[in-house]
């Protein structure tokens, strides 16, 4: 009798801890209106849409960019869920400019078949598994390719070039089995259960207090099946980096901005640690419509040493500030986006 109270007991009292850590239960705010959030992602999309197109028809081999197109891609893929409107032209931009950059980056008839940039084949893959792409020989050829960069203990190797948009071992190791379980054959099942199983063992030991790895961190852990106590663990570091305006921050040195803000919202989404509705959450969204700039546009300032020759995109502020702009812009409209009821 005693074992089995005491086995209630600690039930009762793991499912009271897992409430309170996915925020705000016996707190919850008074919901924001749907409406405010619609005109705000319809704002921040019509950008990023245009942005978008601008970008890669001003690259010089149409670039399929992380920032104006992977992510956009993200973006649409959830907005089509909550019933908001895109334009079909830019869609087909963005499938054309990803189904050339992966066309490009994984010819077989080159020598190389893949410039060396770890984080490319993933981002696109993911990008273009949101536009609802059919596998194909380039697709293949991008899933040997990552596979090909996995180390042994189940992470991938990554270069941190371009912060933060390729930057972390943890940021890029998640994003690889992500585009690995999207893309892979059939033929490759056995090979990429054993990698995942991997991957999510190595996710649960690495050790972070970086914004953006724990964020990718705890994406990964869902992607590749972990536990919910696992889970938590990295959810409640991550959410105790929120700041009193609401927001986070990339670095404990810089002050909140819409980049990390929209990508903590996120990850704690997907991976199941909050609702929308919990105070946590909408005190992040309050913080992103509250920085939202007039023009649909989220302001961050740049941390990246420039390896490639500037391309102007027409997005704000219109600078060398512009890239990372619009990718922290995708971050916010997708947090914004969750929030919003699924079409009927």
Known sequence: MKIKAFTAISLIAA???????????MDKPARIDNAIIQQSVSKGLLLLQTSGYVFTNNTLFKCGSCHHTTLTAMAADIARNKGVPLIDSFTANRIYAMEGTIREVCNPNLVNQFI???????YILIGLAAEKYPANMYTDIAV?????????DGSFL???????????????TAM???AIELYASPAKKTLVNDQVIKTKNWLEKAQTNNQQELVFQLLGMQWCGSD??????????????????GGWAQLPTLKSDAYATGQALYALYESGMVKPED???????SYL??????????????????????????????????HISAAASNWAVMALLIALPDKS
């Open 228 to 245: 919910v106590t696992k889970k938590i663990t990295i959810a409640v570091k991550l959410k105790g980096m929120q700041n009193a305006d």
């Open 176 to 178: 690889a089995v992500r």
């Open 144 to 152: 040997n390719y990552i596979m090909s960069q996995a180390k042994r």
């Open 15 to 25: 499912a009271i801890f897992v409430c309170s850590i996915s925020s705000g239960w």
């Open 158 to 172: 990554a270069e941190s070039i371009r912060v933060p948009l390729e930057s972390g071992e943890i940021h890029h």
């Open 289 to 322: 419509l509250k920085t939202q700039q007039q023009t649909g546009a989220w302001f961050v300032a740049t941390r990246s040493f420039p390896i490639q020759p500037f391309v102007n995109s027409d997005f704000p502020p219109y600078d060398n500030n512009q």
């Open 279 to 285: 105070a946590l959450y909408q005190q992040g969204i």
């Open 116 to 122: 060396p940039v770890n984080f490319i084949a993933p």
